[in-house]
C-alpha cells in the first residue's frame, strides 16, 4: 500500500541547484509572473478608462 522512498539524501550542492531553480520558476521573468504581470496591466488599462471616461 504505502511504498518508501529508496533514494539516497542529496548532497548540499545538489539541494542549492534545485532550490535555485525552483526560485527562478517563480520571479517576474518567469511564465507565472509573466502572466500576472500582464493580468495587472490589463486590469490598470481597465480602470484607468473607466476614471477617464465613466462606464
Known sequence: MFETSTRAPM???????YAKLAMEWYGWGSPIGLGILLVALAAAAVLARIAIFGL
Open 11 to 17: 548532497i548540499p550542492a545538489e539541494e542549492y541547484k
